[in-house]
């Protein structure tokens, strides 16, 4: 999975995810910075027992 972050001013705004949304756990597989000052991460959904 690729996930963008951008740093943000918290304040007042529409959040992307809801109250409802689903917590799934993640495990970091990769970071790695990018030319343009931003960094690359990678993280998997491990697999369900």
């Not at 529409?14 to 756990?25: C, L, S, V, Y």
Request: charge should be positive; glycine fraction near 10%; proline fraction near 10%.
């Amino acid at each position: 999975m690729l996930l963008g972050i951008a740093p943000v001013i918290l304040g007042a705004g529409n959040p992307h995810f809801t109250e409802r949304a689903i917590a799934r756990p993640l495990e970091l597989i990769e970071t790695r910075p990018i030319d343009s000052g931003g960094v690359l991460i990678r993280y998997r959904v491990p697999a369900t027992v």
